[in-house]
């Protein structure tokens, strides 16, 4: 701590989806204080973002990334048809019986910021990320080698994106066994945690169609674990931002998600800074 006025700070980016995107605002109240966490773990859209962030970009670069990527349908489609990085054919899964739509790696680099580095070693900030053993029926923490497969299999979710083989692994979305791992900060003096799970709204009297419930039951299932998690060991910060309206794929909603994740940056943002001002008292 003799570098740093401030405990070292770890943080948890969950996994859920479209409302993952709230964690760009999580990391937008680090930049406006001037903290900087000492590591980060995630998980599926959280394993995204914070590898971005891990990286060296800012939260404000990183949504000025996401805005332009996401925030109308043809700049999405303009975005995602021009990019040099990735051909349509390499991002479509055009196997037989594959059991999903998009190839894990292309679609990764497609969502990150151009220049990314190959490795974990090459990284700004300590970076873990989760995933699952298929056959091992356990969560695997990933924490070296190169990043991009890492973060593919980190979001891998079952039928839509196409699973993993790492050191002879089938890794698919950490989510299945690790939505929230806070548990896997190392080498931290306080753990902060952001829970994007979500919860099931009823938006008519007429039941969600078999998508619909397939998505939430899983919400439902993440969001089980995540409790168990912390009723066995609390992180020493929750934030919870208050995003249960939008659905998992509503990524194209991302100004809504990001405006209605404020107070939860506003909350982090005085705690931080409370943090800040009993370490220089």
């Known amino acids: 701590m003799a570098d740093r006025p401030y405990p070292r700070i770890g943080l948890a980016l969950g996994g859920g989806g479209a409302r993952g995107l709230a964690h760009i605002a999580i990391l937008e109240a680090f930049d406006e204080t001037g903290v900087r966490p000492a590591a980060i773990a995630g998980t599926s859209i959280g394993a995204l973002i914070g590898a971005a962030y891990a990286a060296g970009y800012s ?24 990019d040099s990085r990735v051909k349509m054919l390499d991002l479509i899964n055009l196997r037989p019986f594959s059991g999903a739509l998009f190839e894990g790696q292309a679609l990764a680099r497609l969502a990150l ?48 994106v196409s699973p993993q083989t790492i050191d002879g692994c089938l890794l698919i979305d950490g989510g299945v066994t690790n939505p929230l791992p806070f548990d896997h900060l190392e080498n931290v003096d306080v753990t902060i945690a952001v829970d994007v799970t979500g919860r099931p709204v009823r938006e008519s009297d007429e039941p969600p169609s ?13 969001h089980l674990i ?8 609390a992180p020493d910060m929750l934030i919870v931002p208050d995003i ?38």
């Open 59 to 82: 939260a404000r670069e990183i949504r000025t990334h996401a805005e332009g990527a996401l925030a109308n349908r043809i700049e999405a489609a303009r975005r995602f048809l021009g």
């Open 113 to 160: 910021p151009e220049i990314m580095p190959e490795t974990f070693d090459e990284l700004a900030i300590p970076l873990t990320l989760m995933a699952t053993d298929f056959y091992g029926r356990k969560e695997v923490a990933l924490k070296s080698g190169p990043l991009i497969p890492a973060v593919a299999a980190s979001m891998a979710l079952p039928g839509l």
């Open 210 to 222: 078999g998508t619909e419930l397939w998505f939430r039951s899983a919400m439902i299932m993440e």
């Open 226 to 233: 995540v409790q168990a998690k912390i009723e066995r060991r």
């Open 244 to 281: 249960d309206e939008f659905r998992v794929l509503e990524f194209l909603k991302i100004r809504e998600i990001l405006a209605g994740s404020a107070p939860a940056k506003a909350e982090l943002k005085r705690a931080l800074e409370k943090l800040l001002q009993s370490q220089t008292a």
